[in-house]
Each structure stands twice: as structure tokens, then as C-alpha cells.
């Protein structure tokens, strides 16, 4: 390893400028992958494509379309019906052409119609006896009427009266089932608003396509708008435009931090070294690393979820680390007197093995999230392992070349670190003047720690899923979103559960089998399918039909004027049979048609009234109960819905959540043991790195701030950050002992105490900037991470150096006391 050092120094001494201009080129050549980059703000996108949720929803693009929904709300203040419902004859079948289009739902009037046609089969079975029986009654005074020698005694009216009766009954229901849309259109109550439904195949995830759809529609909206007249408006909501609106603030939201957290960073950075130059250094070798990481996540994991979404400012504030060490030990060496060549050498040995390791370590800690098979986990892991491994190549090539290459023109004349030492020497004084008050402190707090994870440890997981959601304010396209939901209700918006069966006939099992659970638990709420539009029990009914049509022909010619008129209205048809699925308009059975034109193979299952969809323990239990459903062949039917999404999201943090933290603290452990070869300030980094973990779990306990699908990534990175701050002191520690310092492990801490501070800071700053978010599990995640880099700073230079201290000044009067005897 010295010998490649050796020859990298000598390199970097004879040729800086090359390896600056090859940096620069993988800079250029990597911008036009990172532009690439998108968002995907969709839960699925955090799971891995073996979840049930997501195979089943791949299984069911094959067989469904129009899955997803753009919704589009004809809006008139005046409440003008007539022109929202011209324009939107007019507009639905234009959108029809559009590419990316399967179907646009906005009128139901068409079965309004078939039921009037088939009033009769609608009718239950004991409404028809009553008819029939009316009927019989009217046809029989009726025959009594046509006879000349038949003298009525009195007026019985009472077959009328129960005629009119029951078919007053059935024009009630009639009515009642177009009620809700008396006009044939989806109407709001207000009668202000008119909603049409364009279904995809396209999803919010897909940001090209999602928002080529949107301007195509809304180009095809502003046209049909100009042809009509009045005070009409239309704006778009649904899960195409809500995701799609989603992404793009988070995009936004990441830009605007991410620039946040490099004017912070460069402002730390020029406080601390007193000098413009070390921004232009550190500066020019964290950019390189950062474009090639995110350029390498562009082909490696193709989009940012809500998990990465924000680790540009992660790795940048996280990435300047070994550079400011680097760059601090270079400046000390110049105010030593060393030449330019000279520092660089000396610097590149005095930093290598302890910048090498507490990288090492933080990028083991990104690493170990790679094994795991949720997406939050593993995407974050790889952009951030490489993220890690570049910023610290770049530490070690390219600021050392930027170095040379700025020297040689502009060589450094005066101390320009006076801000560095200041820090340390803060650190020191307080823990040489106080040894046993500090480490008695870090005893206290770390028993407070311990009873609040001991108070918390039987329900760390967040379950209330609104507290993962975004508070940013409610956008028109959520607006939109709420006046379908009040129009169409719960499952035409899909917050309820889809059930896809293989045949019909399977579908009518599977609803018989969770209608039998229904009486076990209160998990379900309505069950739907195709078949509800259909009369029940139509087969045993139809004799019974067929008899109201010949005593209606029979009565017909012996009825009075208006008797005829209601007879003609419901005469059932010449040719009686069982309506099928078949027999269902288009418009109301489009939505349980499958690519191959059957119908009728899907239920839909809405959640109780009793229960919450943000609830995730509901939705764990209401998934699980309808996983459990089997078809006769014994496979699972597939399951479609933000239900599974939740619930399989729930269970992978639960599954990978606590692999993920045990890999990660045994391989920095693993690292330590190999970095210290077995000495004791291996103890003494591990030591800081427990408090540093324990202390920020109590913070958070007592916060109550509980785990998200983020926040679990919080304890493997801060095992590699609490690695990273006591690496430096104690690598420095060794160094002052090795040349015979008697206070080795003050002038330790005076001397990197500044720059590992000015490390936790730039981190700090890179965490901070997630509050930018309007996402509370990214800001809750900010949270935990500036608690644990806060935490384990302490602990690196503050409690161990305060220990490490009290123990030697008590061996050293132990010493002394056995010498005087």
C-alpha cells in the first residue's frame, strides 16, 4: 500500500493537470445521464419487483387496461349543466383518440335505460306475485265487464289500486338507481361540477409519458373549451396527476436543497479555513464525484424514489468529509514550513489510513442496504456506497492534483487556518479540565437513553401512514381528486381492493368466500362486482315474467286509456330469458372488461366505514385476510390496490429494517478490527460509536419520533458516521503517541477536533437541508440523522477523549502513589 501511495504521489506531483482534465471529462460525460434522472414518488416504487403487490399488479397489465386514472373536472360557477354536458359530448370521444388513452368514463345513462327495458326482471319475487295477482284481478273484472248480462253490484276497485301500487313501487326503484345521476352524467350535487375519467395504462411513476398525457389533454381541453360558451372551466386531478404533481415538487424540493446544502456547505467551509481558495479545492473535487454517482444511479437504478430522492445532499454533505481532513492536514503541514511537494506527501501519509477507514466505514454502512430487498433500502444503499467511495477517491486524487495545480500558481503565503484549531482547542479544554464531569454526563445520559428505547421498544414502527404522506398545501389536482371521490364515491377512485379471478365463475366463489368471512370480522366493507347490475336471481323469476307479459297482452284490450299507457311502458320483452354479462351496456362495463372482452372476473372490496386507509395495521390485516383467499386450484388470485402496497411496504421494513442494521454495524465493526489491528483505541472508537447510536435511539424515543421506511436507514449510516469522527481522533491520537507526545491524546483532538467538527457540520448541513421537503418521513429521517451525527460527535471528541484522559491521569497517580512508597 505505501508503495502505490508512493507512486499516486509522485503522479499527482509530475502530472496534476492530467488527472484534473480526465476528472473533468467524467464530469461532462456524466451530465447528460444525470438529466435523466426523475422521480418516482409512488410507494410501489419502493418495493422490490418480487413483492406480491407489484407481481400482481405486472400480472394484471396483461390482463386490464386503464388501471390508472386521469380525471378531469368540467367546472361552471353559474351552474351551467347544458354546456358542461355539451362539452363533454364533445371532448370525451377526441380524448378517446389520444395516445396513452384506453377509455374516457363520464356518462352512466345508458343503464339507467337498460333497467327501464328490463324493469320487470328488476322487480323482486314478491313484487311480481302482487303484479301478477293484480293483474289477474283487472283482467277478470275486466272479462265480467265485456259480458252484457253482468250487472256490478258495487265498484271494487281494490285490483287497481294494488296494480298502481306495485308499479309505483318499481318506478321508485327505477328512479332510485339514476337518482344519484339523474341527467346520465357524473354530476356533482351542487350541479356545478361535471367529472370525466380518462383511464391508462400510464402511471404518475412514468414521468415522460404521464406528463406527455397531461399536455396532450390538456391541449384537447383548451380546444373543445374555445368552441364553447359560458363561464366553463376544466382542471385535472387522479393518480396520474396527482403522482406525477407529486414528483415534480419533490424534484423540485430536492433541487432547491441540494443547492441549499452546497452554498451552507462552502460557507462552513470558508469560515472554517479562513480562505477562498479551500472552496475552489473542495469545491472542485466534490463535484466530479457527485455528477459520476448520480450518473451511475441513472443507469444502475433508472429513477429516484422517495427514499433517494435526496441524496445529493446526503452524499454531498456527507462526501466533503475526507476532503476537509485532507485538506486541513495539508494546510497544517504548510504552516509546519513543509513545501508544496512535501505537504502533499506528508498529508497523503498522515491521512490515508484513518480517511480510508472512516469512508470505509460509512461506505459499508450504505453497503449493507444493498442486500436487502426492499427498493427504499437497497437504491439508497447503492447511490450511496458509491457516492462514498468516489468522494473519497476524489479526496485522494483529485484535491491533491487541484492542490498542486493551485499552489504552483498562486503558492500559500500565510496561515490560513486560524478557525481550525480554535474548535479543537475547545474540545480539549473542556475535556482536560473535566474529565470525570464528562464522562459521568455521558453515564447519565446514557442510562436516560437506555429506559426511553426501553419505553418505546415494544412499538417503534410508524403505522399511521398520513405521517409519511406530504403536508404540502392541498394542489388542485388533489382538489380535483376530492370532487370525484364526493361524486363517484370510494371505489371508483380505487381506495378500494381489486380481486382478479381467472373466470367468472371463480369470481363468483371468491365472492362467496368473503362474504361468508364478512359475518367473522369487520376487516371488509362492501363487495362489488358486475354481477350487482344484473337482476338477482333472474332464472327462478323468469316464469313468473313470463305470466306478468300474458296477463299484460290478455288485460291490454279490456284496459282503460291510462291502464293501457302503463301496460305498453312495462310490457316485458317477446323474447324472456336471463340477462348476462354480455347484456350490460358498455359505459358501466367497461371497467370489468379485460383485454380479451370478458367481463365480470374482478371484485371490488372497500374498506369498512370503522377503519382508516392511512391505518397500516388496518390495511396489513385487510390485505392479509384477502391473501389468505384461494382459488380451486389453490394459487392466489391477484390483489390490486394501495391496501397490498402499504401493507407489503410495511412488512419489507419489518423483514430487511433490522438485517440491514446488524450487517452494517458487524462489517464496521469488521473494518475497525482491521483498520487497529486489535489496539486498544479500536475499543475507544467502538465506545464512541455505541453512545453515538444509543444516545440518538434516546432522542428519538423521547421525541417520539417512530420508524419509518427512512429512518431505518438512519442506524446503518450512523454506524459508519460514528465510525467516521472516531477513526480521525483516535488514527491522530496514535500518530501523537508515536512520536512521544506525553498529552497525545489532547494534541489529538486540538488538532483534527476542528476538522472532524467542521465534518459533522457539512454533514449536518447536507441532513438539514431534508427539512426543505414537504414529505414528513424525508423530514423525519433529517431529524434522525442530525441527531445522530450531533450525538456521535460528542461522543468522538468530547466522552471518549474525556475517558481516555481520566483513566490515564488515574494510572498515572496510581504510578506515582505506588512510587512514593
Not at 497 to 522: C, F, I, K, Y
Request: with cysteine.
Amino acid at each position: 500500500m505505501r508503495s502505490w501511495l508512493e507512486c499516486l504521489i509522485r503522479f499527482q506531483i509530475q502530472r496534476p493537470g492530467t488527472i484534473v482534465l480526465v476528472a473533468a471529462l467524467c464530469a461532462v460525460a456524466a451530465i447528460p445521464l444525470v438529466a435523466r434522472l426523475h422521480v418516482d414518488g409512488r410507494f410501489a416504487a419502493l418495493l422490490p419487483e418480487d413483492a406480491p403487490s407489484v407481481r400482481d399488479l405486472e400480472a394484471a397489465r396483461s390482463r386490464v387496461q386503464g388501471l390508472e386514472t386521469l380525471t378531469l373536472a368540467v367546472r361552471s360557477p353559474s351552474g351551467n349543466v347544458t354546456g358542461m354536458e355539451r362539452l363533454a359530448d364533445v371532448l370525451a370521444p377526441r380524448l378517446e383518440q389520444l395516445p396513452g388513452v384506453v377509455h374516457v368514463d363520464f356518462r352512466v345513462g345508458a343503464y339507467a335505460q337498460f333497467v327501464r327495458e328490463h324493469l320487470a326482471l328488476y322487480a323482486t319475487s314478491e313484487q311480481l306475485d302482487r303484479l301478477n295477482s293484480a293483474l289477474q284481478e283487472r283482467l277478470d273484472e275486466g272479462r265480467a265487464r265485456a259480458n252484457p248480462f253482468y250487472v256490478a253490484l258495487d265498484e271494487d276497485t281494490s285490483g287497481q289500486d294494488e296494480l298502481d301500487e306495485v308499479l309505483n313501487e318499481l318506478e321508485a326503484e327505477r328512479d332510485a338507481r339514476s337518482a344519484r345521476f339523474p341527467d346520465g352524467y357524473y354530476l356533482s350535487a351542487d350541479r356545478h361540477a361535471l367529472v370525466l375519467f380518462v383511464r391508462s395504462d400510464l402511471s404518475g411513476g412514468e414521468s415522460i409519458g404521464s406528463r406527455e398525457l397531461v399536455r396532450r389533454v390538456r391541449r384537447a381541453a383548451d380546444a373543445a373549451l374555445e368552441q364553447q360558451a359560458g363561464d366553463l372551466n376544466v382542471a385535472m386531478g387522479g393518480s396520474v396527476k396527482v403522482a406525477m404533481d407529486e414528483a415534480e415538487a419533490i424534484g423540485g424540493e430536492l433541487v432547491l436543497a441540494t443547492l441549499a446544502t452546497i452554498v451552507s456547505v462552502l460557507l462552513a467551509i470558508l469560515f472554517f479555513f479562513r480562505t477562498g481558495r479551500a472552496i475552489v479545492l473542495l469545491g472542485g473535487a466534490l463535484v466530479v464525484p457527485v455528477l459520476v454517482t448520480f450518473a451511475y444511479a441513472a443507469v444502475a437504478v433508472g429513477a429516484l424514489n422517495t427514499s433517494t430522492a435526496f441524496l445529493a445532499s446526503i452524499v454531498i454533505g456527507n462526501g466533503v468529509n475526507p476532503n476537509i481532513i485532507w485538506l486541513s492536514r495539508f494546510f497544517e503541514e504548510r504552516r509546519a514550513g513543509q513545501a508544496l511537494d512535501e505537504a502533499v506527501r506528508r498529508t497523503h501519509v498522515g491521512v490515508f489510513v484513518a480517511t480510508a477507514t472512516a469512508s470505509g466505514a460509512a461506505a459499508i454502512a450504505y453497503l449493507s442496504l444493498i442486500v436487502t430487498d426492499f427498493r427504499g433500502f437497497h437504491d439508497f444503499g447503492v447511490i450511496g456506497f458509491v457516492g462514498m467511495a468516489l468522494s473519497w477517491l476524489g479526496a485522494i486524487v483529485l484535491l491533491p492534483a487541484l492542490t498542486i495545480l493551485w499552489g504552483r500558481r498562486r503558492p500559500l503565503q500565510k496561515d490560513t487556518q486560524r478557525g481550525a484549531a480554535s474548535y479543537g482547542r475547545l474540545f480539549a479544554t473542556v475535556a482536560a479540565r473535566a474529565p470525570r464531569t464528562v464522562v459521568w454526563v455521558s453515564v447519565l445520559l446514557s442510562l436516560a437513553a437506555a429506559w426511553a428505547v426501553c419505553v418505546v421498544a415494544h412499538d417503534p414502527m410508524e403505522y399511521d401512514f398520513r405521517r409519511l404522506s406530504s403536508d404540502r398545501a392541498e394542489s388542485e389536482a388533489k382538489r380535483v381528486t376530492h370532487l370525484a371521490h364526493d361524486i363517484v364515491g370510494d371505489a371508483a377512485q380505487g381506495n378500494g381492493m381489486v380481486m382478479l379471478a381467472p373466470s367468472v365463475r371463480e369470481e363468483r366463489r371468491l365472492r362467496g368466500l368473503l362474504q361468508a368471512q364478512t359475518a367473522q370480522h369487520d376487516l371488509f366493507g362492501r363487495i362489488r362486482s358486475l354481477d350487482d347490475l344484473l337482476p338477482q336471481d333472474a332464472a327462478k323469476k323468469l316464469p313468473k315474467v313470463r305470466r306478468l307479459r300474458e296477463l299484460m297482452l290478455e288485460l291490454r284490450p279490456l284496459a282503460d286509456a291510462q291502464t293501457r299507457e302503463r301496460i305498453n311502458a312495462y310490457l316485458p320483452d317477446a323474447d324472456l330469458r336471463v340477462l348476462t354479462l354480455d347484456d350490460l351496456p358498455e359505459e358501466v362495463a367497461r371497467r370489468y372488461t379485460e383485454r380479451d372482452g370478458v367481463r365480470g372476473r374482478a371484485l371490488i372490496v372497500t374498506a369498512n366505514t370503522g377503519h382508516s386507509l392511512w391505518d397500516g395495521r388496518y390495511l396489513v390485516r385487510w390485505t392479509e385476510a384477502m391473501r389468505r383467499l384461494r382459488l380451486a386450484n389453490g394459487e392466489r388470485p391477484l390483489l390490486l390496490g394501495r391496501g397490498p402496497v402499504f401493507a407489503d411496504v410495511l412488512q419489507a421494513i419489518g423483514r430487511d429494517g433490522g438485517r440491514a442494521v446488524v450487517l452494517s454495524l458487524l462489517a464496521t465493526l469488521a473494518l475497525l478490527a482491521i483498520a487497529f489491528r486489535g489496539k486498544r483505541a479500536m475499543w475507544s472508537v467502538m465506545l464512541g460509536l455505541g453512545l453515538g447510536v444509543l444516545w440518538m435511539a434516546g432522542a428519538m424515543g423521547v421525541l417520539g419520533m417512530k420508524l419509518n421506511f427512512l429512518d431505518f436507514v438512519a442506524f446503518p449510516i450512523t454506524f459508519g458516521n460514528g465510525a467516521d469522527y472516531g477513526v480521525n481522533v483516535m488514527q491522530r491520537y496514535l500518530q501523537e503517541r508515536k512520536l512521544g507526545s506525553s498529552s497525545a491524546m489532547l494534541d489529538a483532538v486540538r488538532s483534527s477536533g476542528g476538522a472532524v467538527t467542521l465534518c459533522s457540520f457539512t454533514t449536518v448541513l447536507g441532513y438539514g437541508s431534508l427539512f426543505i421537503s414537504a414529505n414528513r418521513a424525508v423530514r423525519s429521517f433529517g431529524g434522525a440523522m442530525v441527531i445522530s451525527e450531533i450525538t456521535c460527535l460528542c461522543a468522538a471528541v468530547l466522552t471518549v477523549p474525556a475517558l481516555t484522559i481520566w483513566l490515564s491521569r488515574r494510572r498515572t497517580r496510581s504510578q506515582e502513589s505506588g512510587a512514593r512508597r
